[in-house]
């Protein structure tokens, strides 16, 4: 009779420890599983971070670049401008002379580009053309004044100009290159950043050397 127990509860126990066999193995196989899909996860989840981190930081290094610039031909037009008064001031001979420059200094800002107009490389060449033949005729007439050798005021606006408009060249350079930077990289990733930004906003950014060639 003892025997016969004994069997019994040895059955119970291997049946016991079969089920928890099967249960660890169950169970080791949904936690490796799980494993095995977090690692997807975490990759898809990188790069669509990257592809939208490197995105923001073009755009606003071409927005910061643009205001640098912005900012620069502005001041370039304000020296001209002091320029203008400080020559009217000391020669009040040559006021007829300076009147029609004024007139032309006044309408500079107005036809100037700006991000979206410097599409047609025209509106860039024509605000060139004034802007360089304004600074190229008032440096002319400010060098040409007798006081100018010995005006530190004249000189040092001259300089503020020239040197104004050397600053805006350079940042047209490097606009132009985040600029095309900024278009190859949308367009090798449109189809993921069309789920962030709409199309107008993915458009090519046109380029400065547009309007040099």
């Known amino acids: 009779m003892l025997t016969d127990v004994y069997k019994f509860i040895k059955l119970v126990m291997k049946v016991k420890l079969f089920f928890l066999g099967i249960s660890i193995v169950a169970y080791s196989m949904v936690a490796l599983s799980s494993c095995e899909k977090k690692p997807v996860t975490e990759t898809e989840f990188t790069k669509a971070d990257s592809l939208t981190e490197t995105y923001l930081t073009l755009q606003d290094t071409l927005l910061e670049i643009w205001n640098t610039m912005i900012y620069d031909d502005n001041r370039k037009i304000e020296a001209m401008n002091l320029l203008l008064h400080e020559m009217s001031d000391g020669n009040p001979e040559i006021r007829n002379e300076l009147d029609p420059l004024k007139e032309r200094l006044e309408n500079l800002k107005p036809m100037r580009y700006d991000q979206h107009s410097m599409q047609d490389p025209e509106v860039v060449t024509e605000y060139d053309f004034a802007s360089n033949s304004l600074i190229t005729e008032l440096i002319s007439l400010a060098e040409s004044q007798k006081e100018f050798a010995h005006n530190t005021t004249l000189q040092k606006l001259v ?28 367009e090798r990733n449109k189809a993921f950043l069309q789920d962030i930004e709409d199309d107008s906003t993915l458009a090519r950014r046109p380029l400065f050397q547009m309007a040099a060639e």
């Open 159 to 186: 300089d503020s100009i020239r040197a104004s408009d050397q600053r805006v060249n350079n940042y047209r350079e490097e606009y132009d290159q985040v600029a095309s930077r900024f278009n190859r990289f949308v």
